[in-house]
T-cell receptor, first 116, second 114 residues
């Protein structure tokens, strides 16, 4: 069965430090992978997506993610964190059922805190 | 600006009462989704619709109902049969094709029990 695991429930980093949020998935083929960010009381905003091709994808707000098939991972990175990056981050896998469903399976999220 | 509007932002339900959450999109998207979010559990799919007048149950449909009479609207009713309705509800939509299109989300409705 398809699944997504975000091993870190909560991470604290200092402003200006680098960041890596982990995401591991279980899927029988190449999945569609997404990272979303959620500020408190808000909806989810798409940061970046991977479908095929270059395994390093760039997103908004200076984020990037690398797809590693051998490790079934799609980790999110940022070289220098800003205080405004404090939020909850969700990794999602999009199984393709051959139709228009595009049902997403979400991880349980990683809450990022940024220290001044 | 195109987007997804959810209303109200906060909603309170009395015991035995049905309440309806609104979701409207002006993105001309065919597919729409309802998710429930609880702390530490990520997002769980309640219902989804790929076209007007058609919808399917998601993973946790019990106690909920939906309709899709118009392309831009996908209201969710939380019925009295849903015994634990307190949660944050998110509506999403996407273009039907290509199939790898991402979902776009509204700002959510927080439902609480009085």
């Amino acid at each position: 069965a398809q699944s997504v695991t975000q091993p870190d429930i909560h991470i604290t980093v200092s402003e200006g430090a680098s960041l890596e949020l982990r995401c591991n998935y279980s899927y029988g083929a190449t999945p569609y992978l997404f990272w979303y960010v959620q500020s408190p009381g808000q909806g989810l905003q798409l940061l970046l997506k991977y479908f095929s091709g270059d395994t390093l994808v760039q997103g908004i707000k200076g984020f990037e993610a690398e797809f590693k098939r051998s490790q079934s991972s799609f980790n999110l990175r940022k070289p220098s964190v800003h205080w405004s990056d404090a939020a909850e981050y969700f990794c999602a896998v999009g199984p393709y059922y051959g139709g228009a469903t595009n049902k997403l399976i979400f991880g349980t999220g990683t809450l990022l805190a940024v220290q001044p | 600006d195109g987007g997804i509007t959810q209303s109200p932002k906060y909603l309170f339900r009395k015991e035995g009462q049905n309440v309806t959450l609104s979701c409207e999109q002006n993105l001309n998207h065919d597919a729409m989704y309802w998710y429930r979010q609880d702390p530490g559990q990520g997002l769980r799919l309640i219902y989804y619709s790929q076209i007007v007048n058609d919808f399917q149950k998601g993973d946790i449909a019990e106690g909920y109902s939906v309709s899709r009479e118009k392309k831009e609207s996908f209201p969710l009713t939380v019925t009295s049969a849903q015994k634990n309705p307190t949660a944050f509800y998110l509506c999403a939509s996407r273009e039907a094709s290509p199939s790898n299109q991402p979902q776009h989300f509204g700002d959510g409705t927080r439902l609480s029990i009085l």
